[in-house]
């Protein structure tokens, strides 16, 4: 429709947003593109219309709207009979519809997807394409399949008759389009017919695909996917359908007798799981919310309006549906609030952190349920053994769902007063989940609906036809694809149903691991960032728990996946607990709900640079306590940044922590000041007790945002590997440093003290003297008093001087990994160096320095270090003469860098003397650990990462030795361990 131009040369366009904005008002339904010319068979409930031919004279590509409609589709059968009887189907070019866009016209929100029919059928992208369903407001809304109506009914879809070849698609009249007109189709039909035994409308592969949607939402290869498109797929989970399932089993309840038949009884497992789900769902979203560590769209749901003016009666459903939802009702996806009802909270057990607010009409649901499965079981006792074994998965995925949840409830409401009950609750919870999670991998009836989805959502298809209509009814990964607008979307990742249950085993022992046993057992400040940066790195080098796997599953792709060692395991844990862990970090004033934060950092000042007590306890100003409260929300910072992912570790690293970091150097500065001039100290003789502590924090955090650099990929090719490694080596290298200048100290102030000690032994033993000699003169007699044994005092206080807590072994243990790591970091260096000095490894292409230099990369890559006053951020310059190898031979270059692996290697094997296999014995925790220890920094598994990473790069160094001229081609690998790589020689 073109718009006359005025005189002045502009358009008057206000007619087209006025018919834009009025149609927008008059269509429902979103458009779907089609081929010119073409016609398409639609009833929309009037008895006359016309026959749409497109003609694209302009040259524009011509969209199609489909305008709403309350009537069944007619059949290819009658189209011949039809094609004259069609409505007029509004034709709108581009320019109309980048308007339409413009203005938010809702038939612009959508996708086509591609018809699945039969593998045999061949037709033009533009024509095999529909837009999605509509979701259902209740159990009645909705048309009649082919499987619920007679062989007379009219389906609700368009079924092409033949197939539609490439030559012909453009003249056919015939489309070979599904295009629905309402929500189709019905579950009601399908819940009157529910079945425990029967094939078609078992509910065995309806629970367990609503367990597929639920670890799409939360699994732990996803990190976070939308309900909309994961949870919400199951179109039972909806709310309105809830509501009536609910309602109709009320009514059911009021006339059941005793004892009830085997659709109810269905009926009421569908609701318990369907509802069960949800909670889940809900309460995982509420801890990812609140958390607010995640992307405000992921775990999110859809919330954009349904407007629905026609009927809400689906099908032949012709009574009023008790749950049916008014037209004004924004959204079908809320968590059903209506089937809610929360336990009312006591004023004296609030927290002051959000606290989710579990259900108790959800218990009652999973009771009943319960309940009724378990009476139904009874009755068939004398029944085959597949009946008992279906009823017996049905009953555990009741009841993991009912731990699951409260596990996810009690870590969602501690406080002060409840946090060690709750906590161990929810550990127990953890662990009954995970063996029911393997006891359903063993059911048989679970493996046989082993794969019933695809990988992008899509169903598979299944041999009983009646059984394939039911899922494809129940199951719709496009469903609500048209509410999540035109931009693009995460894809969700749905998996088969083993790899389903090793994922959320996975899920759910993480709960136990990395939050009830952070919470129970970090009894120090240490201790905590150490389980907190453990979680944090879990599967960097194969140090990720492992699950049991079924042992009657034969199969070539293992149910349980990539467990144990694999390295494509994702690192860290999931988003579930690191949101839990977050909530419970700090609450009620308290570091995990019961230790006063500024007093477990002076504890940890004086374990880890032993700072005296009396720069706690100075009254100076600023100092002692202030100087603590001063300490307390940059250290929650670095616990905080532990609970995040990688990527958003190191970008609140950069942003909070370094410039808190650089004013806390300056603040230590004068505390020490201060406590030398309370005490009257030497400053050249008196160490900086309080900025040793800061530094040896600001250190510690820097290599680790060095190596989580390495980790996530930004440093992709060896040149920029070679820096990393080289600051890292640096960093290392002063940490340990400061920290062995800080032992060396302790133990001369430990020696100091016992000189003191035997001093005054010895004066104390003369003064005892002296009294006797006065006390002889005199002749007075009294009773013999015991003399002090000055040895026995001498061989106490070396005792005491030598003697090793479990802390001590526990930081005397991280020290050694750091060396383990510092001899890695150089002898790749160094490797790097010999490689190019052989001149196998190519230099960096000219375009990386097109628009910049190498010194700006590195000083970009480097640059958040440079606002930290200690240690001073190193200069390009730096790098260059520290890894300038060209003075030094080859030869000696190879050997330098075999010793460093060398040495690492037998780092590494002392390491694994102490930290023992897990056993029954008795070990002494001042000397040795077990692998399963919570305390410990490193384990087994990555010490034998690390030696992997030690013996290849020693191996390829050692052949570089012996006949250079043969090596052709270096390759970078990070298989053995993500933080370190091997440079394959071929």
């Not at 940066?533 to 149910?559: L, M, Q, V, W, Y």
Request: glycine content about 4%; some cysteine.
């Amino acid at each position: 429709m073109a718009s006359k131009a005025s005189e002045d040369g502009h358009v008057d366009i206000t007619h087209l947003i006025q018919r834009c904005v009025t149609e927008s008002l008059s269509y429902s339904h979103p458009f779907t593109p089609l081929v010119p010319p073409c016609s398409l068979p639609i009833a929309d409930g009037s008895s006359s219309g016309k026959r749409v031919e497109v003609e694209n004279s302009s040259g524009d590509t011509a969209l199609m709207i489909q305008g709403s409609s309350s009537l069944p589709i007619t059949s290819a059968d009658d189209h011949a009979d039809n094609v004259k009887n069609l409505p007029l189907l509004t034709q709108i070019d581009m320019r109309e519809a980048m308007t339409a866009l413009e203005l938010g016209d809702e038939r612009m929100d959508c996708c086509e997807i591609s018809i699945i029919t039969d593998e045999k059928l061949s037709s033009s992208p533009s024509q095999s394409t529909i837009p999605p369903r509509i979701a259902p407001l209740h159990l009645g809304d909705g048309t009649r399949s082919s499987f619920q109506s007679p062989p007379s009914a009219t389906p609700d879809l368009i079924i092409p008759t033949q197939p539609i070849t490439k030559d012909d698609s453009a003249s056919s009249t015939s489309v070979p389009l599904k295009l629905q007109s309402s929500p189709c189709p019905s579950l009601l039909p399908y819940w009157d017919t529910l079945s425990i035994t029967s094939s078609s409308h078992q509910i065995l592969p309806l629970l367990l695909l609503q367990l597929t949607s639920l670890e799409a939402f939360i699994g732990t290869n996803n990190g976070g996917s939308n309900a909309a498109e994961t949870l919400y797929c199951m179109l039972w989970c909806h709310d309105g359908v809830l509501v009536d399932m609910r309602d109709k089993l009320s009514i059911m309840n009021t006339q059941a007798s005793t004892l009830l038949d085997e659709v109810t009884v269905a009926q009421w497992v569908l609701f318990a799981s369907s509802v069960g789900v949800v909670r889940i769902a809900e309460a995982v979203r509420w801890a990812v919310v609140n958390a607010d560590i995640y992307e405000e769209e992921d775990f999110g749901v859809a919330m954009h309006g349904v407007d629905d003016t026609g009927s809400v009666n689906g099908g032949d459903n012709e009574e009023q549906s008790p749950s049916q939802l008014p037209s004004s009702s924004p959204s079908t996806m809320r968590f059903c609030p209506s089937l809610k009802q929360e336990k009312a909270e006591d004023a004296a057990m609030m927290s002051s952190i959000p606290t989710y607010h579990a259900d108790e009409y959800i218990d009652d649901v999973w009771n009943t349920a319960l309940k009724h499965l378990r009476e139904y079981a009874s009755s068939r006792e004398d029944t085959d053994g597949n009946m008992h074994d279906e009823i017996h998965a049905l009953e555990i995925i009741l009841r993991l769902q009912q731990s699951f949840y409260r596990s996810i409830c009690r870590l969602s409401e501690l406080n002060d007063q409840n946090v060690t009950d709750f906590t161990q609750q929810a550990k127990n919870r953890s662990r009954e989940t995970v063996k029911l999670l393997k006891k359903l991998s063993t059911c048989k009836s679970v493996t046989s609906s082993a794969r019933l989805v695809e990988t992008d959502g899509r169903l598979r298809s299944v041999e009983d036809e009646r059984l394939d209509s039911f899922l494809h009814a129940s199951f719709d990964p496009f469903v609500n694809r048209r509410l999540l607008g035109n931009a693009p979307v995460r894809k969700a990742r749905f998996c088969n149903t083993f790899k389903v249950i090793d994922s959320l085993s996975r899920v759910v022992s993480e709960l136990e691991w990395a939050v009830c046993d952070v919470i129970l057992e970090g009894n120090t400040l240490g201790r905590i960032m150490r389980m907190l940066e453990n979680n944090s790195s879990r599967g960097i080098g194969g140090a990720f728990p492992s699950t049991t796997k079924p042992n009657n599953i034969d199969d070539d792709e293992p149910p349980f996946g990539n467990s144990g060692l694999a390295i494509g395991n994702p690192v860290g844990i999931n988003i579930l607990s690191r949101s839990l862990m977050l909530l419970n970090l700090y609450f009620d004033d308290k570091l995990l709900g019961q230790y006063d934060f500024p007093d477990m950092i002076g504890q940890h000042m004086q374990q880890i640079c032993a700072v005296p007590i009396a720069l706690l306890q100075s009254r100076f100003p600023g100092c002692g306590h202030s100087w603590l409260i001063r300490l307390a929300k940059p250290m929650y910072d670095t616990l905080k940044a532990l609970c995040f992912d990688q990527h958003r570790e190191r970008a609140f690293t950069e942003a909070f922590i370094f410039p808190a970091f650089a004013s806390l150097q300056v603040a230590a500065t004068g505390v020490d000041e201060s406590f030398r001039m309370e005490h009257g100290l030497d400053s050249q003789t008196t160490a900086s007790y309080a900025s040793n502590y800061v530094i040896v924090q600001t250190i510690r955090v820097m290599e680790r945002h060095v190596g989580i650099g390495i980790r996530i990929g930004l440093y992709p090719k060896w040149y920029d590997l070679s820096t990393a490694y080289w600051y890292r080596d640096f960093l290392l290298s002063a940490l340990l440093n400061i920290r062995g200048s800080i032992e060396q100290e302790r133990l001369e102030r430990k020696a100091m003290e016992l000189r003191i000690k035997l001093e005054e032994e010895e004066e104390k033993k003369k003064a005892n003297a002296v009294v006797k000699k006065q006390i002889s003169k005199k002749g007075k007699k009294k009773g013999k008093k015991k003399e002090t044994n000055l040895d026995a005092v001498r061989e106490t206080a070396i005792e005491e001087a030598a003697r090793v807590s479990a802390e001590d072994f526990e930081d005397r243990l991280e020290y050694t990994s750091l060396t383990v790591h510092r001899y890695l970091c150089r002898g790749i260096v160094r490797y790097i160096a010999a490689l190019r000095q052989a001149g196998l490894l190519s230099e960096p292409p000219p375009s990386i320095t097109m628009f910049t230099s190498h010194q700006t990369r590195f000083e970009k890559r480097f640059e958040s270090f440079a606002m930290l006053p200690q240690p001073q951020p190193l200069s390009f310059e730096d790098y260059m003469r520290g890894s300038d190898f060209s003075a030094v031979r080859s030869e000696d270059l190879v050997q330098s860098a075999g010793e460093c692996f060398r040495s690492c290697k037998g780092v590494i094997e002392r390491l694994l003397q102490v930290v023992v296999v897990e056993t029954d014995e008795d070990i002494d925790v001042t000397k040795k650990r077990r692998n399963d220890d919570l305390y410990i920094s490193v384990r087994r598994e990555e010490a034998m990462a690390l030696t992997k990473v030690c013996v290849a790069n020693s191996l390829f160094l050692h052949k570089l030795s012996m006949a250079p001229s043969k090596v052709s081609e270096v390759s970078l690998e990070f298989t053995a361990h993500k933080e370190y790589c091997t440079l394959n020689l071929k």
